[in-house]
C-alpha cells in the first residue's frame, strides 16, 4: 500500500477562496475586514510566517498590518500596543505571533487581546466556549485545519479512534475537544498520548487516525501505526542535512519515508498542515469582521 499524499496547499487554496468570497461581501456592504500581526524580535521563522500571513490577506482582499517590535521590547510597552489596537476598529482580529522573548508572560500576552478580537483562537475565553462544544467564534487554527483536512479528503472522524500525540494548548488539547464535540468534525473517540505515556504504540496501532504534534522527528514509526490508518502530521522540526545549501530541511514527527508504504493517507512537511494554519487564521478574521 502507497499513502494517498495529502495536498495541504490545494486544501488551503480552495479555503483562501470560500474567504474571498466572504470577503467580498463584506465590502459590498462597506466593510473591509482587517488583521493586525505583532512581531517581537526577528525569529527567523516567525520573519517568515508572518510575511506569509500579509501575504494571504492581500490574496483574498484583507487589510492588514504588521507591527514589528524588538526582540527587548518590554512587556508593558507590548501590553500597551495590544490595548491600542484593541481599540482600533480598523482591526476585527490580532496575531500575537509565537513564541516571544522571555520577558514576556506568553499567557498574559493572550490575555490581553479581546477575546472578539482573537485571531488564533487562544484566548481563555474561546477556549472555555471550545470545551462547551461552542464553534461560532474564532476555532484554534492549527487544530481547525487538521479537521478540515479530515472532512475535505473524506476522513471524517466521526465514530474513529483517533489518537492525539501532544497535550499543548496550541495544538493537541484543543484538538482532542474539537474531535470529540457532538459536530462536524467531531464525533471521534479520543486518545491523547503525551510524554507521560508510558507506551505510545500500543495507542497508536489501535488507532484509524493518528495526529502527531510531539515537536519530535521519528516519533511515530511505520511499526507504531496498522496498515490503512491515516497520519496527520503537525510537527515542524528542523534537522541537519549536508546536501541542502542551507544546512538544513523541515520533518515533521512522523517517519514520513517508511509511513507512506503503511498508510492510506499521509500529509507532508512541509506542505500538508502548515498551509491549512495560515488558511484558518483567515477565516478567523473574516468571521470577526462579521463575514
Request: aromatic share 4%; with cysteine; glycine share 10%.
Given at each position: 500500500?502507497?499513502?494517498?499524499?495529502?495536498?495541504?496547499?490545494?486544501?488551503?487554496?480552495?479555503?483562501?477562496?470560500?474567504?474571498?468570497?466572504?470577503?467580498?461581501?463584506?465590502?459590498?456592504?462597506?466593510?473591509?475586514?482587517?488583521?493586525?500581526?505583532?512581531?517581537?524580535?526577528?525569529?527567523?521563522?516567525?520573519?517568515?510566517?508572518?510575511?506569509?500571513?500579509?501575504?494571504?490577506?492581500?490574496?483574498?482582499?484583507?487589510?492588514?498590518?504588521?507591527?514589528?517590535?524588538?526582540?527587548?521590547?518590554?512587556?508593558?510597552?507590548?501590553?500597551?500596543?495590544?490595548?491600542?489596537?484593541?481599540?482600533?476598529?480598523?482591526?476585527?482580529?490580532?496575531?500575537?505571533?509565537?513564541?516571544?522573548?522571555?520577558?514576556?508572560?506568553?499567557?498574559?500576552?493572550?490575555?490581553?487581546?479581546?477575546?472578539?478580537?482573537?485571531?488564533?483562537?487562544?484566548?481563555?475565553?474561546?477556549?472555555?466556549?471550545?470545551?462547551?462544544?461552542?464553534?461560532?467564534?474564532?476555532?484554534?487554527?492549527?487544530?481547525?485545519?487538521?479537521?478540515?483536512?479530515?472532512?475535505?479528503?473524506?476522513?471524517?472522524?466521526a465514530g474513529k479512534h483517533v489518537v492525539v500525540v501532544g497535550r499543548s494548548t496550541l495544538v493537541g488539547?484543543?484538538?482532542?475537544?474539537?474531535?470529540?464535540?457532538?459536530?462536524?468534525?467531531?464525533?471521534?473517540?479520543?486518545?491523547?498520548?503525551?510524554?507521560?505515556?508510558?507506551?505510545?504504540?500500543?495507542?497508536?496501532?489501535?488507532?484509524?487516525?493518528?495526529?502527531?504534534?510531539?515537536?519530535?522527528?521519528?516519533?511515530?514509526?511505520?511499526?507504531?501505526?496498522?496498515?490503512?490508518?491515516?497520519?496527520?502530521?503537525?510537527?515542524?522540526?528542523?534537522?541537519?542535512?549536508?546536501?541542502?545549501?542551507?544546512?538544513?530541511?523541515?520533518?515533521?514527527?512522523?517517519?514520513?519515508?517508511?509511513?507512506?508504504?503503511?498508510?492510506?493517507?499521509?500529509?507532508?512537511?512541509?506542505?500538508?498542515?502548515?498551509p491549512m494554519t495560515r488558511a484558518m487564521l483567515l477565516v478567523n478574521t473574516v468571521r470577526a469582521a462579521?463575514?
Amino acid at each position: 500500500m502507497t499513502a494517498q499524499l495529502i495536498d495541504g496547499e490545494a486544501i488551503a487554496a480552495t479555503i483562501r477562496a470560500e474567504v474571498a468570497d466572504r470577503v467580498a461581501a463584506l465590502e459590498a456592504k462597506g466593510k473591509t475586514p482587517g488583521l493586525a500581526a505583532i512581531l517581537v524580535g526577528d525569529d527567523p521563522g516567525s520573519v517568515s510566517y508572518v510575511s506569509m500571513k500579509a501575504k494571504d490577506c492581500e490574496a483574498v482582499g484583507m487589510f492588514s498590518e504588521t507591527f514589528h517590535l524588538p526582540a527587548d521590547t518590554p512587556q508593558a510597552d507590548l501590553f500597551a500596543l495590544v490595548a491600542r489596537l484593541n481599540a482600533d476598529a480598523r482591526f476585527d482580529a490580532i496575531l500575537p505571533q509565537l513564541p516571544v522573548p522571555p520577558q514576556i508572560d506568553e499567557r498574559l500576552y493572550i490575555d490581553q487581546i479581546v477575546a472578539a478580537k482573537d485571531a488564533d483562537g487562544l484566548h481563555p475565553e474561546n477556549l472555555g466556549r471550545l470545551l462547551r462544544g461552542e464553534t461560532s467564534h474564532a476555532l484554534p487554527c492549527t487544530p481547525h485545519g487538521v479537521i478540515q483536512i479530515l472532512l475535505r479528503t473524506g476522513n471524517d472522524p466521526a465514530g474513529k479512534h483517533v489518537v492525539v500525540v501532544g497535550r499543548s494548548t496550541l495544538v493537541g488539547r484543543p484538538l482532542a475537544v474539537l474531535l470529540s464535540n457532538k459536530a462536524t468534525g467531531g464525533n471521534a473517540t479520543v486518545t491523547i498520548c503525551h510524554t507521560g505515556t508510558p507506551d505510545i504504540a500500543r495507542h497508536t496501532r489501535e488507532a484509524d487516525i493518528v495526529v502527531m504534534a510531539a515537536g519530535r522527528p521519528n516519533t511515530l514509526r511505520a511499526d507504531m501505526v496498522r496498515p490503512g490508518a491515516v497520519v496527520i502530521d503537525v510537527g515542524t522540526n528542523r534537522i541537519e542535512d549536508a546536501s541542502r545549501k542551507r544546512g538544513w530541511r523541515l520533518v515533521g514527527d512522523a517517519d514520513f519515508p517508511a509511513l507512506k508504504e503503511v498508510c492510506s493517507w499521509i500529509t507532508p512537511v512541509p506542505g500538508g498542515v502548515g498551509p491549512m494554519t495560515r488558511a484558518m487564521l483567515l477565516v478567523n478574521t473574516v468571521r470577526a469582521a462579521g463575514g
